[in-house]
C-alpha cells in the first residue's frame, strides 16, 4: 500500500481499537466502506494485534487486563460494558446516597494514551459539557482518578445500534420519526458551535422506545478550532489533517472534502445525514432520492444549509407535500396538493357542498339576533372569497391538467351556485357584482366558448355572458370593468363565428371589444388588460381565418407582433411571450396557404408548431398548447400537401395526430378536442390517398363521418339545433377518397348528401366564403352522377 494508505488503514485501526471486542470487525467494516482493500489491511493489523505482534500507542491489551475498579468519584462500578484502544467503559451507580442512577463511564488508563489522545479526550469532555439534549447521550460528570487517569461520566443508553434497530423492520412513520429526532440533535450540537464529524448507524443508539441517542462526540470540534488546525500548513505546504481528522472519517458517510483531507464543518455532518437517511429507506421514490442527492451533493454550496432544513423536507415527503430538492414548479407542488386532497377536484367539491350548508347555516344565523351580525359578516365574507378560489384559482390550475374539463364544470358550477345565492340577497354590492359576472364568465368558458377545453354547450355558454354582461351594466366605467366587458364582446364574437357562422356578428362585438379596451388609460393597463386585447385580437384573426381573408390574416399576425413588444416585461418573456410568437407565425402561414405557387407558407407553419411544442415541453400536458400543436400541424399539412412537400406533409400530419391523440384520451367531453379530431382524422384519410393507399382512405374517412353524425345525433337529443356544416364537408371529402378508390356509387351517395347540407345553411344564412367555394364544384359533379358519367370525368371541388 502507499503512505497515504497506509496512514489510512493505521487511523482506521486506531477507530477500531477504540471499540469493545464484539464491535470491532463491524465498525473496521462500517469505516471501510466500499474499499475492500483498505479493510483487509485493517483486519490484518487487527489481527496482529491480538496475537501481540503488534503495540500500538492505545495499549488495547494493558488495558483489557487491567482489574476492574471498584470505584470512579462517585459512582460504584458495577461492571464492564466495553474495551477499547483508549481505554474502557464501565457500568456505574451513584452510591453517594443523595440520588442513585446508572451511568457510562469512559476510563483512560495512565500511561496509554498520547498526548494528542489526552487532548481528544479532554476536547470530547469539553464538547459534551455544553449538549443537553434529548437526543445527545449527556454528560454527567468529570475528572481524574488518584492515579491520575482522566474519565468521563456519560448517560447510560441502554438501546441497540442504528443498523440493528433497522433489522427489527420498524414502520415507516418510525424511521420518519427517529430521522426527524436525529436532525433535531444535529441542528441543536450545529447551533452550539460544535460538529459531530463522524455520523454513522453505530455512532446513533435507539432505546427500547425507539427514540435516538447520538454518541461518541469525543471526534467532535468546535469549528473554531477546526479552522485553526486547517490553517496550519504541513511540510508539504497544504492544509494539516490531525490524527484526529482521519479518525473521524467513516467511508460511505464522510463527506468528500474529508475524503479530500479538508476541515469538516456542519455541511459535513449534513452529507453524512444524507448517507444514514439513504441507509433507512428504500431508493426509487422520487422524492426520496431527491433529498438524498441534495443532501450528499458533491459541492456542500448544494447541499441543504441546515439540518432544520433536511428535517422539514423529510416531514414534507412523508406528509405527501412538495419536497424542496426536487426543485420543481408550480405544477410540480399542485400534483402534490392534488395526490393528497385525493385529485383535488372532489375534495373541491365536497367543500363546495359544504359551503352550501354553510349558506344554509349562515342564512338561519343571521336571522336570529342582532348580537351575531358582526361575526356572521365574517363568516359570510370567509365563504365569498373561499367560492372565488376555488372558482378562478383552482379552476385556472385545473385548466392546464387534461382531463378536467368536466370536473371543472363541476366544481364552476357548485361554486356559481353559492355565488348566486350571494348576489340574490337584495341588490348585490359593487364587489359583488364584479366577482358574480367574473364566474359566469369563467363558467362560461368552460361550458362552450370555443378555443378552448368546452363542453360544448354554446347556448349555456351564451347565458352566461348574457347574465355576466347584466351583471357589469350599472357599475361605473373603470379599468377592471372595462375588461371584463371587453372580454365578454370577444367571447361573444367567438360564439358568433364559430358556432352561429355570422362573421359579421362577429366583427362587430370584437370591434367594440377593442374600443372598450383602448378607454382604459395606459397607465392602468396591466397583464391582465394585455391579455384581454389579445383575445380579441385572436377573435378578429378568427373571423379572417373563416372567411380566407389572407390579406387580414397577414395584417392580424403583424399586429400580434406589435402587441407583444408592448407586454409587460415578465410577460413578454415568459412562455406567454413564446406561445404569442408562435400564434403570429401561425396565422402568418395560413394566410400564406391560399398563395397559388410557392411553399403555401409551410416553412411558417413548420415553424409555428415548433414553437407550441417548446411552450408544451415547459408546460408539460398544457391542453391549450398540445390543442394548437395539432392545429399547426394539421395547417401545416395542408400548405406542405398544396405545395407539394411530401416529406413536410407526412411529418406534420403525424405531428398533429400525435398531439390530438394525446388530448382524445384524456379529455372525454371537450367538444374543441372532439371537433380538432374531426379535421385531423380527414386530413389523415387525405394522406392516405396522397400515399396511393384509396381504400384505406376511403375506410378512414367513413369514420370520420360517423363518428360526426353520432355527435349531431347527440346533439339534437338534447335539444340542440346544429347547422350541420362540418358534416357536409366531411361527406364531400369521402366522395372525394371515393372518386380516387374507384367507388362510383359511394361518390356520388356522399356528394348527393353534401350538397343538400350546404343548400339547408345556405338557406338560412349561415354559410361561409369558405364553405360556399365548394359548391359549384358539387353541383358540377353531382350533374355528371346523374348523366351517368364514369368516375375517371368527375372534376375538382374548386
Known amino acids: 500500500m502507499t503512505d497515504q494508505r497506509e496512514a489510512r488503514a493505521l487511523a482506521v485501526l486506531e477507530a477500531v481499537l477504540d471499540r469493545p471486542m464484539a464491535e470491532r470487525a463491524a465498525y473496521a467494516r462500517d469505516r471501510c466502506g466500499d474499499d475492500a482493500e483498505l479493510l483487509a489491511r485493517v483486519l490484518r493489523l487487527l489481527a496482529a494485534d491480538d496475537a501481540g505482534r503488534l503495540r500500538t500507542g492505545t495499549a488495547a491489551r494493558a488495558v483489557a487486563d487491567a482489574p476492574v475498579p471498584d470505584r470512579i468519584g462517585q459512582y460504584r462500578i458495577t461492571g464492564l460494558i466495553g474495551v477499547g484502544g483508549m481505554g474502557a467503559v464501565y457500568r456505574g451507580e451513584r452510591d453517594s446516597g443523595d440520588f442513585h442512577h446508572v451511568?457510562?463511564?469512559?476510563?483512560?488508563?495512565?500511561?496509554?494514551?498520547?498526548?494528542?489522545?489526552?487532548?481528544?479526550?479532554?476536547?470530547?469532555?469539553?464538547?459534551?459539557?455544553?449538549?443537553?439534549?434529548?437526543?445527545?447521550?449527556?454528560?454527567?460528570?468529570?475528572?481524574?482518578?488518584?492515579?491520575?487517569?482522566?474519565?468521563?461520566?456519560?448517560?447510560?443508553?441502554?438501546?441497540?445500534?442504528?443498523?440493528?434497530?433497522?433489522?427489527?423492520?420498524?414502520?415507516?412513520?418510525?424511521?420518519?420519526?427517529?430521522?426527524?429526532?436525529?436532525?433535531?440533535?444535529?441542528?441543536?450540537?450545529?447551533?452550539?458551535?460544535?460538529?459531530?464529524?463522524?455520523?454513522?448507524?453505530?455512532?446513533?443508539l435507539v432505546d427500547a422506545t425507539g427514540a435516538p441517542k447520538l454518541i461518541d462526540f469525543g471526534i467532535a470540534r468546535p469549528p473554531a478550532a477546526a479552522s485553526a488546525a486547517s490553517a496550519s500548513p504541513s511540510s508539504s505546504g497544504a492544509p494539516a489533517r490531525s490524527p484526529s481528522e482521519a479518525l473521524s472519517l467513516t467511508p460511505g458517510f464522510a463527506a468528500p472534502e474529508r475524503v479530500a483531507g479538508l476541515p469538516a464543518t456542519t455541511l459535513s455532518d449534513i452529507y453524512s445525514l444524507g448517507a444514514i437517511f439513504a441507509r433507512m429507506f428504500d431508493a426509487g421514490d422520487p422524492d426520496r432520492d431527491a433529498i438524498v442527492a441534495r443532501s450528499c451533493a458533491e459541492s456542500p454550496d448544494d447541499r441543504y444549509p441546515s439540518a432544520d432544513a433536511l428535517a422539514d423536507d423529510v416531514r414534507a415527503w412523508h406528509a405527501g407535500a412538495a419536497v424542496a430538492a426536487r426543485g420543481g414548479g408550480r405544477r410540480y407542488r399542485f400534483a402534490k396538493f392534488v395526490r393528497r386532497h385525493r385529485l383535488g377536484v372532489g375534495v373541491g367539491v365536497a367543500a363546495l357542498l359544504l359551503l352550501v350548508a354553510a349558506l344554509g347555516v349562515t342564512s338561519w344565523s343571521y336571522a336570529r339576533a342582532e348580537a351575531a351580525r358582526v361575526a356572521e359578516a365574517r363568516r359570510f365574507a370567509e365563504l365569498r372569497s373561499l367560492a372565488g378560489y376555488l372558482i378562478f384559482d383552482l379552476n385556472a390550475r385545473l385548466a392546464r391538467i387534461p382531463g378536467n374539463t368536466t370536473a371543472r364544470a363541476n366544481l364552476a358550477e357548485q361554486a356559481q351556485r353559492y355565488l348566486d345565492g350571494l348576489a340574490a340577497s337584495g341588490d348585490p354590492a359593487p364587489d359583488l357584482r364584479l366577482e358574480t359576472a367574473r364566474g359566469r364568465i369563467a363558467l362560461a368558458r368552460v361550458q362552450g366558448v370555443p378555443a378552448q377545453p368546452t363542453l360544448g354547450d354554446d347556448r349555456a355558454a351564451a347565458a352566461n355572458l348574457a347574465a355576466a354582461e347584466a351583471l357589469l351594466a350599472p357599475l361605473p366605467a373603470g379599468a377592471l370593468v372595462s375588461r371584463l366587458r371587453a372580454e365578454i364582446l370577444a367571447d361573444r364574437a367567438l360564439l358568433a363565428v364559430l358556432e352561429d357562422k355570422d362573421p359579421k356578428a362577429a366583427t362587430t362585438l370584437t370591434t367594440a371589444a377593442l374600443a372598450t379596451l383602448d378607454t382604459v388609460p395606459v397607465a392602468t393597463r396591466d397583464a391582465d388588460w394585455h391579455k384581454a386585447r389579445r383575445a380579441a385580437r385572436h377573435t378578429v384573426l378568427e373571423i379572417a381565418n373563416q372567411q380566407a381573408d389572407a390579406k387580414a390574416m397577414a395584417a392580424g399576425a403583424r399586429q400580434l407582433r406589435a402587441d407583444r413588444l408592448q407586454w409587460p416585461a415578465l410577460l413578454r418573456n415568459g412562455v406567454d411571450g413564446a406561445v404569442e410568437q408562435a400564434w403570429a407565425d401561425y396565422y402568418e402561414g395560413v394566410s400564406h396557404a391560399y398563395d397559388e405557387t410557392g411553399d403555401r407558407g409551410t416553412p411558417i407553419l413548420a415553424r409555428s408548431h415548433a414553437g407550441f411544442a417548446a411552450a408544451e415541453a415547459q408546460r408539460p400536458g398544457d391542453p391549450a398548447l398540445l390543442y394548437m400543436m395539432a392545429w399547426s400541424g394539421l395547417d401545416g399539412f395542408a400548405a406542405a400537401s398544396q405545395a407539394g412537400d411530401a416529406p413536410a406533409a407526412a411529418r406534420l400530419i403525424a405531428a398533429a395526430k400525435g398531439a390530438v391523440d394525446r388530448l382524445r384520451v384524456r379529455e372525454d367531453r371537450d367538444d374543441s378536442v372532439v371537433s380538432l379530431d374531426h379535421s385531423i382524422g380527414e386530413a389523415w384519410a387525405q394522406h392516405l390517398g396522397n400515399l396511393g393507399r384509396f381504400r384505406e382512405s376511403v375506410a378512414a374517412q367513413q369514420q370520420v363521418v360517423d363518428r360526426e353524425k353520432a355527435r349531431i345525433a347527440q346533439i339534437v337529443a338534447k335539444g340542440g339545433a346544429p347547422l350541420g356544416v362540418d358534416l357536409a364537408f366531411s361527406e364531400m371529402i369521402l366522395g372525394i377518397a371515393a372518386k380516387q378508390a374507384g367507388d362510383r356509387t359511394l361518390a356520388c351517395a356522399s356528394w348527393q348528401s353534401a350538397a343538400a347540407r350546404y343548400d339547408r345553411v345556405a338557406a338560412l344564412g349561415k354559410l361561409t366564403d369558405f364553405h360556399a367555394g365548394f359548391r359549384p364544384g358539387l353541383a358540377r359533379n353531382l350533374a355528371l352522377c346523374a348523366a351517368g358519367r364514369p368516375v375517371s370525368a368527375f372534376g375538382p371541388m374548386r
Not at 470530547?124 to 487517569?149: M, V
Open 103 to 204: 451511568v457510562a463511564i469512559k476510563l483512560i488508563r495512565p500511561g496509554a494514551l498520547s498526548d494528542q489522545l489526552v487532548a481528544r479526550f479532554a476536547r470530547e469532555r469539553q464538547t459534551l459539557a455544553g449538549l443537553a439534549h434529548p437526543h445527545i447521550a449527556r454528560l454527567f460528570d468529570g475528572g481524574q482518578t488518584p492515579a491520575g487517569a482522566p474519565y468521563i461520566v456519560m448517560e447510560y443508553v441502554d438501546g441497540q445500534r442504528l443498523d440493528d434497530w433497522l433489522a427489527t423492520a420498524p414502520t415507516h412513520a418510525d424511521r420518519i420519526g427517529l430521522f426527524i429526532a436525529v436532525c433535531a440533535a444535529v441542528g441543536f450540537a450545529h447551533q452550539n458551535l460544535v460538529i459531530h464529524r463522524d455520523l454513522t448507524p453505530s455512532n446513533i
